[in-house]
T-cell receptor, first 110, second 112 residues
Framework: EDQVTQSPEALRLQEGESSSLNCSYTVSGLRGLFWYRQDPGKGPEFLFTLYSAGEEKEKERLKATLTKKESFLHITAPKPEDSATYLC???????????FGKGITLSVRP | DVKVTQSSRYLVKRTGEKVFLECVQD?????MFWYRQDPGLGLRLIYF???????EKGDIPEGYSVSREKKERFSLILESASTNQTSMYLC???????????FGPGTRLTVT
């Protein structure tokens, strides 16, 4: 069974304190890995798609990387507005359904 | 930009009522999805649709049905709402080519 595990469950950072969020997965035949941001009471907002090991994507203070077993979302010099829950999801198989992790709640203090 | 809209942001219904949640996307996407999101359980797929009038069960379809009469619209129906269906409901869509899904703002449903 495809599984996605995100860690830690929650992370508190001081503004400017860089860190990484982890998403590990067990799957055969990964077709893609996705990162989303979700603000409280809102729908997930798409951030990145990664397709193959070694691939990297960047957007402002965020950089996503992918290996054969895990993905990292690196956040450089975070600001309070980066506070949100970050979701990781994978797609496998012919039906292309997404399997989500439970998310990491990031809190950035000013 | 992809836009997915949902009919209500907040909804309060009584046990036993029939509830309709509607979702509309404006990007001519073939695929549409309904999820529910609960604390500690994450997002769980209820139903999805690959085309008009087509539907497939997700991981937790019990107590729900869906309807897709037009390509842009996907409805989730709770035939007889129960308190354990209190949740955040999220609709998503994606094209037939790419895998990333785009989500609507969500409907917070409370069943009393």
């Amino acid at each position: 069974e495809d599984q996605v595990t995100q860690s830690p469950e929650a992370l508190r950072l001081q503004e400017g304190e860089s860190s990484s969020l982890n998403c590990s997965y067990t799957v055969s035949g990964l077709r893609g890995l996705f990162w989303y941001r979700q603000d409280p009471g809102k729908g997930p907002e798409f951030l990145f798609t990664l397709y193959s090991a070694g691939e990297e994507k960047e957007k402002e203070r965020l950089k996503a990387t992918l290996t054969k077993k895990e993905s990292f979302l690196h956040i450089t010099a975070p600001k309070p507005e980066d506070s949100a829950t970050y979701l990781c999801a994978i797609v496998t198989g012919a039906n292309s359904k997404l399997t989500f992790g439970k998310g990491i709640t990031l809190s950035v203090r000013p | 930009d992809v836009k997915v809209t949902q009919s209500s942001r907040y909804l309060v219904k009584r046990t036993g009522e029939k509830v309709f949640l509607e979702c509309v996307q404006d990007m001519d996407h073939e695929n549409m999805f309904w999820y529910r999101q609960d604390p500690g359980l994450g997002l769980r797929l209820i139903y999805f649709s690959y085309d008009v009038k087509m539907k497939e069960k997700g991981d937790i379809p019990e107590g729900y049905s869906v309807s897709r009469e037009k390509k842009e619209r996907f409805s989730l129906i709770l035939e007889s709402a129960s308190t354990n269906q209190t949740s955040m409901y999220l609709c998503a869509s994606r094209s037939g080519v790419d895998y990333e899904q785009y989500f609507g703002p969500g409907t917070r449903l409370t069943v009393t």
